[in-house]
């Protein structure tokens, strides 16, 4: 909820006349400058009621967070990490944490890695199995270099507070070719027990994907033999961004594609990597035999919004299961992927009205059919680009990105999880048990060129 500007340029005005306004303990957006009305005070870009206790974080201003690179992970203290790459920002490019506890309350955003004055990269965050957690980076070369650097580093999670992590390279691939583009296509990766597979796309001779486990042997962390695959032909070389999605030990669903998607398995074990099979939509994840598919339907012009369903169909994409109706979605928004949780997958965000004053966080899984199962009430009526939810001991964390004219706002917020028996179908409101909060905050505002542009030409 905001206060108009004038309110907030007209309060001496009023303290004159005797007139004090009744603001209550909503919090609201700071003015541009960062006041507040008095009694209220600005922390990380949101007015509070003093001696309220703040779920907040110092806001960071960066141009753009990408919609595949905001990861939620578990925290072993409980709560969650959120780990956002902020690839654009001139001086400031770097990989930063902010944790969300239980009771809502949201740390300052910490520096994990800083790559300083380099190009933006692709990032993909995991929780390793020793604590540390595990960044995979594709990077472009220096402005004299020609070849593409594939790292993998493992940084300290609970470094003392005012110390930088430790961080120590695991692996290092500088051998590919650089062939152009705006930015490296999205890397991902899933860790095991002892394991970290991950895929990226070498764009050479056509673009081919590869997939490799990286193995935990004493102190060192060895590679196993890469496993390749020719992109599939609606798929060009410089759009191959990678979802990996473990469906069973040693078995992943890779998905690849930017405007048109692509899923094929892969058994690490057995050092197999079958068809690519295309989809009429977005696969947001995958399951042993099963996909969930965003599709798209007809367009609102006047709201700017696409009717969407979720279907769940078979990893050849030629036969749907089931069809969930999904609501609706602002144009431009980027769902991107969903996360695992009781055999299902978490996902956001999800409304049945174009406007979002509530966002709504779904799930759905192969037995049963799509539910809401918590909502946030947005304190804002800007346009969504990506959302991200993950669920942990009875707690959404969930975390989304808004357009605010030139800026970009990053918000995070904490709700209780309900997780109703429903009949088959869907209900897009915040009723039928899901959970409520009314005070999500922001915690970075994203000041960007290019938001109303896509990610990449």
Known sequence: ????????????????????????????????????????????????????????????????????????????????????????????????????????????????????????????????????????????????????????????????????????????????????????????????????DLAWTRPDAGGRVEVLRLSKDGALWKPGTPLRKALPPNVLPLSGDCALFPVAKDKLVLRVGFEEFALAEVDVAAGTFGEFAGHAGLPIFAWDGKALVLRFGDENEATASLSVSYALTDLAGIKDDAVDQGGALQDGTDVYTALPYEGGALFAPLSSDPAFPELGIGWRSPTEPLRQVATVKRQSADRIYSARALAAQGKVYVAWTEFHESLMDLWVAVVPLSMPRMSAGMSASAGDGAAEVSAPRRVARLPMDLARAWRKP
């Open 1 to 196: 909820m905001r206060p108009p500007a004038s309110l907030l340029g007209l309060s001496p005005f009023l303290l004159l006349l005797g007139c004090t306004p009744e603001l209550g303990d909503a919090p609201f957006a700071c003015s541009s400058d960062g006041a507040c009305p008095e009694g209220y005070a600005c922390r990380s870009a949101v007015c509070v009621l003093e001696g309220n206790t703040p779920q907040t974080a110092r806001p960071k201003r960066v141009t753009w967070i990408n919609s595949g690179e905001m990861f939620w992970l578990e925290a072993p203290s409980g709560g969650a990490s959120l780990l956002v790459n902020d690839g654009f920002s001139p001086g400031a490019h770097g990989i930063f944490e902010i944790h969300a506890a239980p009771d809502g309350t949201i740390s300052e955003p910490r520096e994990l890695l800083a790559y300083g004055d380099q190009f933006p990269m692709a990032s993909s965050v995991v929780a390793l199995s020793d604590g540390r957690y595990g960044v995979i980076t594709l990077s472009f070369p220096a402005i004299d270099g020609d070849k593409l650097t594939l790292k993998v580093l493992a940084v300290e999670r609970n470094a003392p507070k005012g110390s930088a992590p430790a961080v120590e390279t695991l692996y290092t691939n500088d051998e590919e070719p650089f062939l152009g583009g705006t930015e490296p296509a999205y890397v991902s990766a899933v860790a095991g027990d002892g394991t970290i």
